[in-house]
Nanobody
Framework: QVAVVESGGGLVQAGGSLRLSCTAS????????VGWFRQDPGKERELVAA????????FYADSVKGRFTISRDNAKNTVYLQMNSLRPEDTAVYHC???????????????????WGQGTQVTVSS
């Protein structure tokens, strides 16, 4: 069983930055594809960014391209989401999700992720 935990959320002014971290316990994270999703009340869950098991392939939603960067440090069992130039519309609960995909591709659908964290709140004030 993999336990996924997010951290790093908080309140920031528009234009500011935050770095979210996603750590996994119980398994070595290196063979897992990871995605960051966000959801605001009343809105659909949205895939923000995804990274494959090696870190060599990434995906970004159009709404965050050029502002967010996903990366991973498998030695630390951690995936990061660096968020710069934050906007009020980035306000949401951000969830990390993982799925075991050694040598596999990016995972872009939420239904294909088996392990989810509880989420961390990101609030961007105008």
């Amino acid at each position: 069983q993999v336990a996924v935990v997010e951290s790093g959320g908080g309140l920031v002014q528009a234009g500011g930055s935050l770095r979210l971290s996603c750590t996994a316990s119980g398994r070595i994270f290196g063979g897992y594809a990871v995605g960051w999703f966000r959801q605001d009340p009343g809105k659909e869950r949205e895939l923000v960014a995804a990274i494959d098991w090696s870190g060599g392939n990434t995906f970004y939603a159009d709404s965050v391209k050029g502002r967010f960067t996903i990366s991973r440090d498998n030695a630390k069992n951690t995936v990061y989401l660096q968020m710069n130039s934050l906007r009020p519309e980035d306000t949401a609960v951000y969830h990390c999700a993982a799925d075991k995909r050694p040598l596999g591709p990016l995972v872009l659908r939420s239904v294909d992720y088996n392990y989810w964290g509880q989420g961390t709140q990101v609030t961007v004030s105008s």
